[in-house]
């Protein structure tokens, strides 16, 4: 079975500050790894996807998250966050056995401040 | 040109009533999914179809019934409504059901139940 961990709830930020949302994962199969964002009452948007290759992958708006195995983490991060990045993140995997389902993590709120 | 849509947005109702929640994609995919998100923003999966056949169904009472007239439509009906079904459901399609595939999602139902 696959399980994530997304280690903060809430992480709190000044506007143009940098941020790292944390997520790990669980799985005894390899797994594809991604990250959605939730914007107040709308459905969720993929931000990047880590399937395999270079361990750096880069999103939109500029979020990028690295995928380190030995830690199986999958860190997002941003150099400098702007008012309209506050929203909910989501990790999620999709494990390599069986179809196509995506496990998500409970969710970080991310509240930008200017 | 909306991509993935649902209807209702919002739909209110009384306990013990029968109701349905439809879903439409233009993208030409194959596989539709219906996650359900609840009041603390966690999501999970309860059904999958690929080409209108059932290939995910994730320990989800039997009061919840999908249907797929066709693979650009998703339905689902839930009969006898619980005041824990109250939740955010939201359709998604992807090209397949392969696992590397990102997930496109609708804007989500809010159903509440009272």
């Known amino acids: 079975a696959q399980s994530v961990t997304q280690l903060d709830s809430q992480v709190p930020v000044f506007e143009e500050a940098p941020v790292e949302l944390r997520c790990n994962y669980s799985s005894s199969v390899s797994v594809y790894l991604f990250w959605y964002v939730q914007y107040p009452n709308q459905g969720l948007q993929l931000l990047l996807k880590?399937?395999?290759?270079?361990?750096l992958v880069k999103g939109i708006n500029g979020f990028e998250a690295e995928f380190n195995k030995s830690q199986t983490s999958f860190h997002l991060r941003k150099p400098s966050v702007h008012i309209s990045d506050t929203a909910e993140y989501f990790c999620a995997v999709s494990p390599s056995g069986g179809y196509n389902k995506l496990i998500f993590g409970a969710g970080t709120r991310l509240a930008v401040h200017p | 040109d909306t991509a993935v849509s649902q209807t209702p947005k919002y739909l209110v109702t009384q306990m013990g009533n029968d109701k349905s929640i439809k879903c439409e994609q233009n993208l030409g995919h194959d596989t539709m999914y219906w996650y359900k998100q609840d009041s603390k923003k966690f999501l999970k999966i309860m059904f999958s179809y690929n080409n209108k056949e059932l290939i995910i169904n994730e320990t989800v009472p039997n009061r919840f019934s999908p249907k797929s007239p066709d693979k650009a439509h998703l339905n689902l009906h839930i009969n006898s409504l619980e005041l824990g079904d109250s939740a955010v459901y939201f359709c998604?399609?992807?090209?397949?059901?392969?696992?590397?595939?990102?997930?496109?999602f609708g804007p989500g139902t809010r159903l509440t139940v009272l």
């Open positions: 998604a399609s992807s090209p397949s059901s392969s696992k590397n595939n990102e997930q496109f």
């Open positions: 880590y399937l395999s290759g270079s361990t």
